[in-house]
């Protein structure tokens, strides 16, 4: 049961990160679990990078997988990446289509947003909340 | 009587709708008071014109960067853009008409180099209301627009370096557009491929 979404920025570094885990086991597993996660999506950017070029659609769809792993992207205008990390329990790729569309749309409401940085974390509990509300409405946190 | 739009209690910005394409003027000369304040305030705190060019460009990079995925969305098939020259017609049209109500007037590529375009403004909206002392005649207010340019640019991978300078009696502005090599490279393979 995994489900782990992260934006990426221009220089790799991650503008935001949320495990959309459902999170019942213990913690030692749970935290080896997290750093896989982070390190399956960190080693797929190479292939979003080679993918975002060769279409101008934002949704990549399945880019990477990594045993039972699958890594879905969307690629935003400004060249964001959007990662989700998940297993089959994550249903569709549509609702997977859906839940990048409105995080798409709540990530411009922050960037535009005149004291953010560009290229740097963004700290606001608010969008927290929101992506976690997006997330549950889609189906992909678990 | 005004209708004030009372802030619910919880509400946040990411309740609201994004700012809609049906245009949210501002009016020219609140705009023309507020940047020449701007350029004002800026005029005093450098020592060069080049420190002054530099200021305004990067007053203009906050504007580039929030335009790239506003304008994304607002489009009826979002999509991003790959290729130059469909990114430069991009800005001549969308950000342009969005950002001062007008297409640019027209978009070049140097003769000389293949990496180097050039967008034209004859009346930029910026200088609408500013004259320029003779003794400072390369300065250019367009630098903010430069800037703005160069951030949307750099924002969707096509790192550039973008320069304002008037050509033309000083009426209209040219914007100098060079890329780097590797967007040139990038082009290239993605032309071969298609």
């Given at each position: 049961?995994?489900?782990?979404?992260?934006?990426?920025?221009?220089?790799?570094?991650?503008?935001?990160?949320?495990?959309?885990?459902?999170?019942?086991?213990?913690?030692?597993?749970?935290?080896?679990?997290?750093?896989?996660?982070?390190?399956?999506?960190?080693?797929?950017?190479?292939?979003?990078?080679?993918?975002?070029?060769?279409?101008?659609?934002?949704?990549?769809?399945?880019?990477?997988?990594?045993?039972?792993?699958?890594?879905?992207?969307?690629?935003?205008?400004?060249?964001?990446?959007?990662?989700?990390?998940?297993?089959?329990?994550?249903?569709?790729?549509?609702?997977?289509?859906?839940?990048?569309?409105?995080?798409?749309?709540?990530?411009?409401?922050?960037?535009?947003?005149?004291?953010?940085?560009?290229?740097?974390?963004?700290?606001?509990?608010?969008?927290?909340?929101?992506?976690?509300?997006?997330?549950?409405?889609?189906?992909?946190?678990? | 009587?005004?209708?004030?739009?009372?802030?619910?209690?919880?509400?946040?910005?990411?309740?609201?709708?994004?700012?809609?394409?049906?245009?949210?003027?501002?009016?020219?000369?609140?705009?023309?008071?507020?940047?020449?304040?701007v350029v004002q305030y800026n005029q005093q705190r450098v020592t060069s014109l080049a420190q002054l060019h530099e200021k305004l460009a990067d007053l203009?990079?906050?504007?580039?960067?929030?335009?790239?995925?506003?304008?994304?969305?607002?489009?009826?098939?979002?999509?991003?853009?790959?290729?130059?020259?469909?990114?430069?017609?991009?800005?001549?049209?969308?950000?342009?008409?969005?950002?001062?109500?007008?297409?640019?007037?027209?978009?070049?590529?140097?003769?000389?180099?293949?990496?180097?375009?050039?967008?034209?403004?004859?009346?930029?909206?910026?200088?609408?209301?500013?004259?320029v002392p003779?003794e400072q005649s390369s300065f250019n207010c367009?630098a903010f627009?430069?800037g703005?340019?160069?951030?949307?640019?750099?924002?969707?991978?096509?790192?550039?370096?973008?320069?304002?300078?008037?050509?033309?009696?000083?009426?209209?502005?040219?914007?100098?557009?060079?890329?780097?090599?590797?967007?040139?490279?990038?082009?290239?393979?993605?032309?071969?491929?298609?």
């Open positions: 049961m995994t489900s782990y979404f992260v934006i990426v920025g221009h220089q790799d570094n991650p503008i935001f990160e949320l495990d959309l885990s459902r999170t019942q086991d213990s913690g030692g597993a749970n935290e080896s679990r997290r750093h896989l996660n982070q390190f399956v999506a960190h080693a797929s950017l190479d292939l979003v990078d080679e993918a975002k070029w060769q279409s101008g659609a934002l949704y990549l769809k399945t880019v990477d997988r990594f045993n039972e792993l699958i890594v879905t992207a969307f690629v935003t205008a400004s060249q964001m990446r959007f990662l989700l990390v998940h297993d089959s329990s994550v249903r569709g790729q549509e609702s997977i289509r859906a839940f990048f569309n409105d995080v798409y749309e709540l990530f411009i409401k922050a960037i535009l947003n005149p004291f953010y940085v560009p290229n740097t974390y963004i700290v606001s509990n608010n969008f927290k909340k929101k992506v976690q509300i997006v997330a549950k409405k889609h189906g992909v946190a678990l | 009587m005004a209708a004030v739009r009372r802030q619910k209690a919880n509400e946040t910005v990411f309740d609201k709708s994004l700012p809609s394409k049906s245009k949210p003027e501002v009016n020219i000369s609140t705009f023309a008071f507020l940047f020449s304040e203009g990079r906050h504007v580039g960067f929030r335009m790239i995925d506003l304008l994304c969305v607002r489009d009826r098939a979002p999509k991003r853009e790959t290729r130059i020259v469909n990114i430069l017609w991009f800005i001549q049209k969308t950000v342009w008409k969005t950002l001062f109500g007008k297409e640019a007037d027209r978009l070049e590529q140097a003769t000389a180099t293949e990496a180097t375009y050039y967008l034209f403004e004859d009346e930029p909206l910026v200088n609408k209301f500013v004259s003779k367009a627009m430069a703005t340019v160069e951030a949307f640019l750099c924002g969707v991978q096509f790192p550039c370096r973008v320069k304002a300078f008037l050509v033309k009696e000083q009426t209209t502005t040219a914007f100098e557009i060079t890329f780097e090599d590797s967007v040139i490279e990038r082009d290239k393979r993605l032309e071969a491929n298609k």
